[in-house]
């Protein structure tokens, strides 16, 4: 199960930082993420984030996202800066895990989180 939180309000050209903690029966975590949905359109990615910490963004966050996890959390961050209208959207947490060494990943989604940015 993810959580997600820390959605809200914010200005343009703020900062918000979005956090997410996995719980639940898994032997791994593999890659963490991020990704967001408009009403009406498809859910696109934001950024992800590997169990080696590589990282992968979107064109139109590179340079102001930042994704991060914390291990011993078993979480994902995503510290967002210059925020632009164009960024509201419902953000959701993503990740993918094993049960048990040799097993299968097992794709899971949080309940997602409203970010809003104002001009």
Known sequence: QLQAF??????????LT???????????INTMGWYRQDPGKQRELV???????????AD???????????????AVYLHM???KPED?????????????????AVSTWGQGTLVTVSS
């Open 60 to 74: 139109y966050v590179k340079g102001r996202f930042t994704i991060s996890r914390d291990y011993a959390k078993n």
């Open 81 to 83: 800066n210059s925020l």
């Open 6 to 15: 820390g959605g809200g309000l914010v200005q343009a050209w703020g900062s």
């Open 18 to 28: 979005l956090s997410c903690a996995a719980s639940g029966n898994f032997a791994t």
């Open 88 to 104: 509201t959207a419902v953000y959701y947490c993503h990740a993918e895990y094993q049960t048990a060494s040799f097993t299968p």
């Open 47 to 57: 950024a992800t984030i590997t169990s080696s910490d590589n990282t992968n963004y």
